[in-house]
Each structure stands twice: as structure tokens, then as C-alpha cells.
């Protein structure tokens, strides 16, 4: 077959365009820097919002879960208070919840049981319950508890408290916050 001036180049060119296509797909196989760059400050970003996140509901968990534990332990209050006629003194402390040892006087150790099975001298962020027999905030004949929250300090706004006034910190029963778990 015998090509002719005109068909010699038609056949070069579709050769030389499909050389030119060949280094385009060549050149394009790969991702450049930029895009590998674009695709990782993506998925930083992408991470970061998911972190802070769930380390904001680890926060709110923690919060939630030493509610739960002064709610135990003002239960366990109130059975010592029925057992004595009274609430442990400053001295006694909480711990007089778990231990008899810490009782003022010996002869109340025949009244003594265990108001709390396993002790909880700390609460989520391992600060130690506050406690004062006579409230300061509330009723008089009760008592004051409260944790000093992830801050460790007293009287700071993330202070969770016993008593209804929230003037010190969150009032201990206001779990409006709190996951309705549906």
C-alpha cells in the first residue's frame, strides 16, 4: 500500500498526537505537592472539629458522673444522719462514710455501718469533696457539699455544689445540660 504525500501526513501527525496524548497521561499519573498539601489540611481540619468535639462531651461526662457521686454521697449522708441523729462533724469529713476510723467518738463505732462501699475521697478531676456540716448556703440543718470542678479552685464558676443556690458555682441538680440519652 503506497501512501501518498497528503496520507504520510495525516499518519505522522495522528503519531505525533498520539505522543502528545502518551505525555499528558504521563505527566498527569501522579499528584502534584499542592493537592497532597490541599488533602492534608483537609483532613487536619477535619480532625480537629472531631477532637474538639469529643473532648468537649468527655468534659460534659466528667461533670455529669460527679453529680452522680455527690448524689451518692448525700444519700450516704442522710443514713448516717438517721444513725446518729446528726451529720459527720467538719473533722469527720466524708471519709467517716467509708471508714469508722475517722469517727470522733469511739463509743459511736457499735452504731457505725458502711455508708459507702468503696470510698470516693475524689471526684472526677481528683480534687477532694468539700464538706462543712452546717451549710453556709442552704438550710442550716443540713450540710454543705461541693466538688471545686476541672479548675481545682473554690468559687469559681464550674464549682458543682449541693445546695440550690448556684451563687458559688452550678447547683448539683440542674441536669438540663445533660444528654437525654435518645
Known amino acids: 500500500m503506497q501512501t501518498g504525500p497528503g496520507q504520510a501526513w495525516f499518519f505522522m501527525g495522528d503519531r505525533s498526537m498520539r505522543n502528545g496524548i502518551r505525555r499528558r497521561r504521563v505527566a ?21 472539629l472531631i477532637g474538639i468535639a469529643v473532648f ?7 461533670e455529669n458522673i460527679t ?15 438517721l444513725d446518729f441523729n446528726r451529720y459527720p462533724t467538719d ?3 466524708v471519709s467517716v462514710l467509708w471508714s469508722s476510723t475517722n469517727l470522733e467518738n469511739p463509743e459511736d463505732e457499735d452504731k457505725w455501718s458502711t455508708y459507702l462501699k468503696s ?10 469533696w468539700g464538706y462543712r456540716q452546717i451549710s453556709e448556703y442552704g438550710d442550716e440543718s443540713k450540710y454543705d457539699l461541693w466538688s471545686y470542678g476541672p479548675d481545682g479552685e473554690e ?4 464549682d458543682i455544689t449541693s445546695w440550690s443556690d448556684a451563687e458559688g458555682g452550678e447547683d448539683l441538680y440542674d441536669f438540663e445540660s445533660a444528654p437525654s440519652g435518645g
Open 155 to 158: 468559687g469559681t464558676d464550674d
Open 91 to 93: 473533722e469527720e469529713g
Open 67 to 81: 453529680k452522680i457521686q455527690m448524689k451518692t454521697v448525700e444519700d450516704a449522708l442522710e443514713s448516717f444522719r
Open 56 to 62: 468537649n462531651r468527655f468534659g460534659e461526662a466528667q
Open 119 to 128: 470510698p470516693s475521697p475524689n471526684d472526677q478531676w481528683d480534687n477532694a
Open 28 to 48: 498527569r499519573r501522579g499528584f502534584t505537592l499542592v493537592e497532597i498539601m490541599i488533602v492534608i489540611a483537609i483532613i487536619l481540619a477535619l480532625a480537629s
